[in-house]
């Protein structure tokens, strides 16, 4: 069974600084692209930033410049530093990723159980 597993998360004051990580486990032939998103109250999940198996990277307009995903293929994890953080950054961040369980199936989507971030003084 393919996982992932979110950690990180936390209430942070404005200007602060978190970063949230996700592994991928379980049995899986390879991963594509990785990335995050969130999700606040009242509104839809939203893209933050992904990460291709190349390291080619695509953040939101919202948060370029102030957070920047990483990742270690080898340990099929991918990071992402959260800098400047905002009131309006508040919400449960997923990850996301499309893995391939088998050499002759195609990649799906799996997605984390989310990790609160609460930007607040």
């Known amino acids: 069974q393919v996982q992932l597993v979110e950690s990180g998360g936390g209430l942070v004051q404005p200007g602060g600084s978190l970063r949230l990580s996700c592994a991928a486990s379980?049995?899986?032939?390879?991963?594509?692209?990785m990335g995050w998103y969130r999700q606040a109250p009242g509104k839809e999940r939203e893209l933050v930033a992904t990460i291709s198996v190349g390291g080619r990277t695509d953040y939101a307009d919202s948060v370029k410049g102030r957070f920047t995903i990483s990742r270690d293929n080898a340990k099929n994890t991918i990071y992402v530093a959260l800098n400047s953080l905002r009131p309006e950054d508040t919400a449960i961040y997923y990850c996301?990723?499309?893995?391939?369980?088998?050499?002759?199936?195609?990649?799906?989507?799996?997605w984390g159980q989310g990790t609160q971030v609460t930007v607040s003084s």
């Open positions: 379980g049995i899986f032939f390879s991963i594509l692209t």
């Open positions: 996301n990723a499309h893995i391939k369980r088998s050499y002759s199936m195609g990649y799906e989507n799996y």
